[in-house]
């Protein structure tokens, strides 16, 4: 049904446009699938896991059997593969960022990059979830300018126990880092400067593994800090297809425009829960949705999530459009408007409910919460701004 032409019992839904009448019949199924799982599975429980920091790690063979990973493999398209990140983000963003993690990078690399070995070896078991997978790249000193800055080394070693590479550093921010069996982790070449990537056994002597504590957004994401002390990894773990940071870029464009959807994903779930609140609540005798400047902020809420959809809409068919996709310019575009978008709608969102704002029990605080994260993750606000400030003057001011 149209949400213009819903009756009077039945409110529009936040897809005010209706864009999701653009996906394919077995899309559209998918999606109902996945909803209800996440109404089942996830919703209920979100806002306990993340109180308690905890995260569900009984929910992967659920979520593997729903059979998402990898959707270019499967002919989804990139609306479909948007629109799943956004409806796991509306359910619980820390769930959505582990999977975008471990799919979006960790599994992604393994099919972009993995050797025929590396691919027979790990890329199975990544798919169903039987193994995790983490992404680590920034450091504790580098964050924005690691592609320079990279202080994490690897030095190849060769002895009676053939080629090796010898890690030392540190990574830090990495998320699903305290648990993950394997990790995409970038170090630089000791000898000649150039960034080498490595499918990285997390559980090898030297690894060692810190959970971050006392986050106030993304509670549920289990985030490690690394240190690698003389780690020895085995050539056959080594990415030989990579030998520079600009062969990361496919990997990070994709990442970040899959964050860019988490953006959207946390309007509709602020939307969802302001609207819903406003209607029940009531204040001089009637509820606080009939207030004028309630439906003002609800109608700001619905124009920044409808907004934020559409631009991403449009960054799915440039993808569906040709291999190379969007370029980064573009990307950075809507990692940076949506976001910006994000973080007034769950303000509005925050400001309806008052006080049951700012506690957990109603949903909303941790929305309001964990969408800092999501304005930082993938390249901050300011960096993508200079991205798509360089893409339409000609001119970087990114030393």
Not at 66 to 78: E, G, K, M, N, V
Not at 219 to 232: F, G, M, P, S, W
Request: charged share 20%; with cysteine; glycine share 8%.
């Amino acid at each position: 049904m149209s949400p213009l032409a819903a009756g009077a019992a039945e409110l529009p839904a936040a897809d005010f446009y209706d864009f999701e009448a653009l996906l394919s019949a077995e899309e559209a199924a998918k999606l109902a699938q996945l909803r209800v799982f996440l109404a089942e599975e996830v919703a209920p429980h979100a806002v306990g896991w993340w109180n308690d920091a905890e995260f569900p790690a009984h929910l992967l063979p659920k979520i593997a059997a729903l059979d998402l990973a990898a959707p270019d493999r499967r002919s989804y398209s990139h609306l479909f593969t948007g629109l799943v990140v956004a409806e796991m983000t509306r359910a619980d963003t820390s769930l959505a960022t582990f999977f975008l993690v471990h799919h979006d990078l960790f599994v992604q690399a393994l099919i972009d990059f993995g050797s025929p070995d590396q691919q027979a070896r790990m890329l199975a078991d990544a798919v169903a979830l039987r193994t995790t997978g983490a992404f680590a790249l920034t450091e504790p000193d580098h964050g924005s300018d690691v592609a320079g800055g990279m202080a994490a080394t690897a030095l190849k070693v060769e002895d009676d126990g053939g080629t090796h590479w010898v890690l030392n550093g540190a990574k830090r921010w990495i998320g699903n880092g305290t648990f993950c069996e394997r990790m995409l982790l970038w170090a630089r070449d000791a000898e000649t400067g150039q960034v080498r990537g490595f499918f990285l056994d997390a559980n090898l002597p030297g690894v060692e593994r810190v959970k971050i504590e006392n986050k106030i957004a993304l509670r549920t994401v289990q985030n490690a800090h690394i240190t690698l002390t003389d780690v020895r990894v085995p050539e056959a773990d080594r990415i030989a297809s990579v030998d520079s940071f600009e062969d990361t870029n496919r990997l990070l464009r994709g990442s970040r425009i899959s964050v860019a959807w988490q953006a959207v994903g946390q309007q509709l779930a602020a939307f969802d829960i302001a609207r819903a609140y406003a209607v029940e609540r009531q204040q001089f005798g009637r509820p606080i949705a009939s207030f004028q400047m309630v439906q003002s902020q609800l109608v700001e809420m619905l124009g920044n999530a409808t907004a934020s959809l559409a631009m991403m809409v449009r960054i799915a068919g440039l993808q569906d459009a040709s291999p190379d996709g969007p370029a980064m310019g573009q990307v950075a575009l809507a990692k940076a408007h949506t976001t910006a978008a994000m973080r007034r709608t769950v303000a509005l969102g925050r400001s309806i409910l008052g006080g049951n704002g700012i506690v957990s029990d109603f949903g909303m605080a941790k929305v309001f919460a964990d969408a800092e994260a999501i304005y930082t993750y993938e390249g901050s606000h300011e960096i993508n701004t200079l991205i798509a400030g360089r893409a339409v003057t000609g001119i970087s001011a990114i030393v």
